[in-house]
């Protein structure tokens, strides 16, 4: 491992912070009255779609792991196809935990439905980059010392950070503040932004002092 | 001496009760009482104030009012007579109010919103400490100075009619009454007619001075259907109707005598918007206050807002309208537009006994009584009340004596208005001392649980108890004077009353005792636990092994909800901080069975071993717990093999489904019944069921589950007790049936509705005898030491025992809960602790976090109005106090208890060693006593906040109570554990 390596995985987590930065700021020229909070279910959809946009182009440049396998259109197909089924599944998954957790079975479906969107693009769209549709890996990552690189350490990071930062968004709900971020889900969807964003900053300065500590084996 | 670990609990515990005793005590600031008692005979009243000679007028003045009669209607809240439905439904009082010859008053109740204390605070005027709450159920003799009792005195005939709390509260008082009984809330019918049926008779008589009838019906109406029922609008008719009855019979009397009578018509607690009280929302507090008399000038305009005054006005006003002493501990002012009419001289009269009672309190109450500007007012009042009469003995009837008069009156008002408040907000007044004593205690216990816990957890589950060495019996003494000394100082120097020092010598010495004992445990706890890090670390250094998933929500879970505990909307919302964690906590469970079974990653060579041997699983699982603590390792190759053996079953899917089961399980409780302050009013489940429209519904899923139970319950037990429990659970619908909540398909609807006495003796027969046989098996394992199964099998009997007896108390749509936590019990158990092999301690805590769960999941919360008090009354005639109680908290804390005996017998039939046991118990203690000792110190950082009463105070009640019931359950945990201890 090279401080090069630590230096580029820097780099791709700055521009992930930095969609997020514009998809706050660029909605504002084109839609009047834009805001996080009175239009917080349009924010989450840009937010979502730069987040996802933005981790395919890195995807398709940094090229983390290079798969030297053959590499047909029909392949490529699938596999893309497959993504999309994965992302979906994912979002219906995390949506009924979220009915688990009490959220509302009939109303603000749609809202329900939003977070579970943002989330599984803070967490499942990193996973798919990487990873590809392919659940054992997926395992491995988020098992004790199943990482084989930074990038993957860096993954399991900000996808345990954005998944504890929904979970902890959760806290201010019943509290009777009457502020506008309390009513469900905003509170959870910015703590999970938080949490990523958080993910995404400190998982670059861990690995970088743990660099010594840490050995991947090679795959 | 040597102690079991759950021994040492238990007794910790039980310490610790003494301690949170100690402090409740004291937190709970008794009320602004007068110190002249009123055995002490009639006191002369206070002259008129004059300047220079003295006043002709020294006797009480004469009564307004020939006859007074008080409607008190339960639960009536300011809006069913002011607002739209008062229009509607009560033309004739609305016609009182706006053109009618009375006064019309929306009376603030102070919580807590209950009828006793109201009651007290109508008749007293003073307001009753939070402490009366917990004594209405079982109403003493009212002590302190009212307007009952001054009438009687003064030779008055009253007459009573309604809720017999009445007459609790003032026996012997009444010449005539008939109480009826509050408990049977399904009954509003019955309840009024009982009232009514008298009135005829008694109205016609007119041999009386007072007449009081207390109307019930409302607010039983409003339990079962809340406020806006179609019941309402016909009870609310039927109410004007009775007080147009009595007001034309009134007015017709009056012509024969001189005086005008008064009737007033009020409620003594409103209804919140669930059809609930106790609380302190606007619509729980305002009553309303109607005076009605002859004397009164009709007013033309109609008067839409009411002036808002205190509950605690109307035992002043009374007692001048009676002609009565004022009681001494009102804190109430007399509503001035009674007196309104009167001559110049009478008004002041009047007003300066009701500031001159006032000033009196105050000044026994407040040491800096003189720089109340209340006082002040009321010495300038008086100054100028004696000039004012000296100038009317002296027949000078200018408009100087007006001009005067009036500034008088005004001088007066304003004192009084500011007596008043000022005697108000006196009621907050805490005993710091006996609070910091109990603090104290509870603390050092805490410190004592948290010092041994490495050694209890890591060791062994034996703890040495230095009794009789040197140094600390010297220390002990040492202590225990120092304390003595600093007590006698506090005792006699503070001039407030505190509790501890109103405690006999003996008692007082007890507990100086036990915190001197206290502090030299912590010592030696403290050197012993020093003595062990040095060993550990001399000996060996074996490898930590890091904190798994589990562990850590668990910690971080019990610390999060200590914590959340400082913020009044998180002890509001509690419900939800445990259902979040018991969420996380399946979530959790169901991440590690995936890892487990998916990677096996935990797997070592070595688990061959224990798969050869799989028949002494209980061997196996004997060395597990004698090793797991000192050597984590072999426990988590259990945990490999466990799930490698089933892996090539069957079974391996269901242990991957189950925490999802439970999940779901727990999400469908959660839509039953909506609990706390935010989601109360959101429609649920349980109000569906309840209401009238859906009893096939109700009784379809009541038997649902009562069958559901059965089948859970049943694989445990012996032949006898599976006869009984069946007959047991028949008997439970039988008797919601009796009582008309739940039908029998083939029982036609217009059968006589009882109060099921026969059905509900008849589940206790069968109650008592599963515990029985239960018990019976537990000693007989004991003295035989045969095998353990029949120890298993008695303690599972005795689990089974208390679900039927909590099937009995707990309402039919709460059956599902019941069921299924019954349901859940059997998942964890069967599919996810037996596989995973979680030690005693970590299983101990997720107990406790179901528990937790389902005492919200049966829809409690931290508010006093969601106690189920109509538990307290199954089976029984007559209102018994001890039963009554119990079966009460049983009946609240359904879900602890039930989930506390499930891991009795959990454990016991997994391991047939007490070690794990006695684990569990110390767990079990710990984690029950630490939510206690954060809150004391919490509640005591806040007892200036806002929500104090409404909020912390009753919470401070369910955690004391919470305490009380973990040390019951310690206690049994140890002597359950106790018999296998002996036997070994
Ligand atoms: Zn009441
Ligand atoms: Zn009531």
Not at chain 2, 242 to 251: D, P, Q, R
Request: aromatic share 10%.
């Amino acid at each position: 491992m090279k401080d090069t390596d630590i230096k580029r995985l820097l780099y791709t987590n700055l521009l992930c912070i930095f969609s997020i930065v514009l998809s706050i700021f660029i909605p504002t020229i084109f839609l009047d009255n834009f805001s996080i909070l009175e239009t917080h279910l349009t924010w989450l959809c840009i937010c979502s779609a730069f987040v996802t946009a933005v981790n395919l182009v890195l995807y398709l440049v940094v090229k983390p792991n290079v798969s030297s396998r053959r590499s047909s259109l029909s392949h490529k197909v699938t596999r893309a196809l497959k993504c999309c089924i994965y992302f979906l599944l994912s979002c219906f998954f995390l949506h009924i935990i979220f009915v688990l957790y009490g959220a509302p079975l009939i109303e603000l479906v749609l809202e329900t439905f939003l977070f579970a969107v943002i989330l599984s693009t803070f967490t499942t769209v990193p996973c798919l980059c990487l990873l590809g549709p392919n659940l054992k890996a997926w395992l491995r990552v988020f098992s004790r010392n199943g990482v084989t690189s930074i990038w993957e350490n860096s993954l399991q990071i900000t996808t345990i950070s954005s998944f504890i930062g929904a979970w902890l968004g959760a806290f201010p709900i019943p509290l009777d503040w009457e502020r506008p971020w309390q009513v469900w889900p905003i509170s959870c969807t910015l703590g999970a932004t938080f949490g990523y964003v958080a993910g995404l900053v400190s998982s670059p300065l861990w690995i970088y002092w743990n660099r010594k500590q840490l050995t991947y084996k090679s795959s | 001496m040597r102690l079991g670990s759950g021994a040492f609990a238990a007794c910790c515990v039980a310490i610790e009760v003494v301690g949170v005793a100690i402090f409740i005590r004291g937190f709970f600031p008794a009320p602004v009482r007068s110190s002249a008692r009123p055995e002490h005979g009639v006191e002369t009243p206070a002259p008129e104030p004059v300047a220079g000679a003295s006043s002709n007028w020294t006797k009480l003045p004469s009564p307004l009012f020939s006859k007074v009669v008080i409607v008190l209607i339960d639960a009536l809240r300011d809006d069913f007579v002011f607002g739209s439905k008062g229009v509607k439904y009560m033309p004739y009082t609305t016609y009182l109010v706006e053109k009618g010859a009375s006064h019309s008053f929306v009376a603030e109740a102070k919580p807590p919103t209950v009828t006793m204390p109201r009651i007290k605070a109508l008749m007293t005027g003073s307001i009753p400490g939070f402490v009366d709450v917990i004594r209405n159920l079982n109403s003493p003799v009212l002590l302190e100075d009212n307007v009952i009792r001054q009438a009687k005195a003064a030779g008055k005939r009253m007459i009573f009619y309604g809720d017999e709390t009445w007459l609790k509260l003032f026996p012997k008082h009444f010449v005539e009454y008939d109480g009826t009984t509050s408990f049977f809330v399904s009954d509003y019918i019955e309840v009024d007619n009982n009232v009514t049926r008298h009135l005829d008779k008694v109205l016609k008589r007119g041999d009386w001075d007072v007449l009081i009838l207390h109307y019930l019906g409302l607010d039983h109406i409003g339990h079962i259907s809340g406020p806006n029922s179609p019941l309402i609008g016909h009870k609310l008719s039927e109410m004007d109707s009775i007080l147009m009855k009595i007001h034309t019979s009134l007015l017709s009397k009056e012509r024969e005598t001189l005086l005008p009578s008064l009737l007033v018509l009020c409620g003594d607690h409103g209804m919140s918007e669930t059809g609930s009280h106790g609380a302190s929302s606007t619509e729980e507090v305002s009553t309303p206050l109607i005076l009605i008399s002859s004397a009164f000038e009709r007013k033309p305009g109609d008067i839409r807002h009411p002036k808002h005054v205190q509950q605690t006005d109307l035992a002043a006003t009374l007692a001048i309208g009676l002609g009565l002493p004022i009681p001494k501990d009102s804190v109430g002012s007399l509503l001035f537009p009674v007196i309104e009419g009167k001559p110049m001289r009478e008004q002041l009269r009047f007003l300066h006994l009701n500031t001159l009672q006032l000033s009196k309190l105050l000044q026994e109450n407040v040491p800096s009584y003189e720089k109340d500007p209340g006082f002040e007012q009321f010495k300038m009042a008086e100054r100028l009340h004696g000039n004012w009469v000296k100038l009317h003995l002296e027949e000078n009837h200018s408009d100087v004596l007006l001009g005067l008069g009036t500034k008088v009156l005004r001088q007066y008002l304003g004192a009084l208005k500011t007596l008043s408040l000022s005697l108000s907000t006196q009621v907050a007044h805490y005993d710091i001392y006996s609070m910091a004593v109990g603090t104290v205690v509870v603390l050092e216990v805490l410190t004592l649980f948290l010092l041994s816990t490495p050694h209890v957890l890591c060791r062994k589950d034996e703890l040495d108890v230095p009794l009789l060495s040197p140094v600390s019996s010297l220390l002990f003494y040492l202590l225990f004077l120092v304390l003595s000394a600093v007590h006698v100082l506090v005792c006699t120097s503070s001039e407030s009353s505190c509790y501890l020092c109103s405690l006999p010598w003996l008692a007082a010495g007890g507990v100086m005792v036990l915190v001197a004992a206290l502090l030299c445990a912590i010592l030696s706890a403290l050197i012993r636990m020093v003595v062990d890090s040095t060993l550990l670390k001399k000996s060996a250094s074996h490898p930590s092994s890091g904190w798994s998933e589990v562990d850590l929500l668990l910690l971080l879970g019990t610390v999060g909800h200590v914590l959340s505990l400082g913020a009044s909307s998180f002890v509001e919302e509690e419900h939800q901080t445990w259902y979040f964690l018991v969420n996380t906590l399946c979530l959790a469970l169901s991440q590690e069975t995936c890892r487990s079974y998916f990677l096996g990653d935990d797997c070592e060579p070595q688990h061959r071993f224990h798969v050869e041997q799989e028949c002494v699983d209980i061997l196996a699982c004997t060395r597990k717990d004698s090793t797991s603590y000192s050597t984590p390792e072999p426990d988590r190759k259990g945990k490999g093999v466990s799930l490698s053996e089933t892996k090539g079953s069957s079974k391996w899917w269901a242990v991957l489904a189950s925490p999802w089961l439970v999940l779901i399980c727990c999400r469908l409780l959660r839509s039953l019944n909506q609990t706390g302050v935010q989601g109360a009013h959101r429609p649920d489940f349980s109000h569906w069921l309840t209401s009238s429209d859906h009893k096939a519904q109700l009784s379809g899923l009541a038997a649902l589950s009562l069958v559901v139970i059965f089948m859970l319950v049943q694989k445990g037990c012996s032949l006898v007790s599976k006869a009984a429990l069946a007959l047991g659970l028949l008997g439970v619908f039988c008797y919601r049936a009796a009582t008309g909540i739940v039908l029998f398909p083939w029982q036609p609807d217009n059968k006589s509705i009882s109060k099921g006495i026969i059905e509900a003796r008849f589940v206790y027969v069968f109650v008592l005898g599963i515990l029985f046989t239960g018990t019976k098996g537990l000693l007989k394992a004991q003295v035989i030491a045969t095998d353990f199964k029949t120890r298993t099998i008695g303690l599972w009997e005795i689990h089974s025992g208390l679900v039927l007896l909590a099937a009995l108390l707990l309402r039919p749509h709460n059956l599902p809960v019941l069921a299924f936590s019954l349901l859940i019990q059997t998942i964890m158990t069967e599919f996810i602790w037996k596989h995973l092999r979680h030690d005693a301690a970590k299983i101990t805590v997720m107990h406790y976090w179901f528990g937790q769960a389902f005492f919200y999941f049966q829809g409690n919360s931290n508010n006093i109005a969601t106690i189920d008090i109509s538990a307290g009354f199954v089976g029984l005639d007559t209102y018994m106090e001890i039963p009554a109680t119990f079966l009460t908290v049983f009946g609240t804390y359904v879900g602890p208890v039930l989930w506390a005996s499930h891991l009795v017998h959990f454990l016991s039939s997994e391991t047939n060693n007490g070690s794990a046991l006695s684990r569990a118990c110390f767990c079990y203690a710990l984690i029950g006593s630490v939510p206690v000792a954060a809150y004391i110190v919490l509640v005591t950082s806040l007892r200036y906040h806002l929500f104090i009463w409404s909020v912390f105070s009753p919470k401070l009640l369910y955690e004391g109570m919470h305490l009380l019931i973990t040390a019951a359950l310690c206690a049994v945990f140890t002597a359950t554990n106790q018999t296998r201890h002996t036997r070994a």
